[in-house]
């Protein structure tokens, strides 16, 4: 069984680290009230393509959702490399972004 109030949370938690939860609705093309009721009533209410869309601009998948809600152990398929002499295109390091976020989560969930 999915613990969708636990994805509920870490979808929250994600989209509020990045600022406001208005300006990400609107990035992704949701109504902001649409991402509200998301993260309020639970993701089990949800539609799927909502879902899905909002994963996908935090650059994470359904699956790794559902993966790190459980609690099982999750390893990106992105590995992070740093090259000082290399210039990132803006998709680049708004993905750089997102996977920072994703490592900051991770390690909060192992605190407690």
Partial sequence: MRNT?????ILAEMI???GSRRAF???????????QSMLT???S?????NVVDVCRELGITVEELEAMASGLHY???TIAAHHDSEEWTEEELEEIERFK???????????I
Avoid: N, W, Y
């Avoid at 109030?5 to 949370?9: F, G, I, L, Q, W």
């Avoid at 209410?45 to 393509?49: D, F, I, K, N, Y």
């Fill in 101 to 111: 976020q994703f490592v900051r989560l991770k390690r909060k969930e192992k605190e």
């Fill in 41 to 43: 009533r639970d993701l």
């Fill in 16 to 18: 509020d680290q990045r």
């Fill in 75 to 77: 390893e990106p398929d």
């Fill in 45 to 49: 209410r949800a539609s799927v393509t």
């Fill in 25 to 35: 609705a609107e990035k992704i093309g949701m109504p902001p009230t649409t991402l």
């Fill in 5 to 9: 109030t636990r994805m509920t949370e």
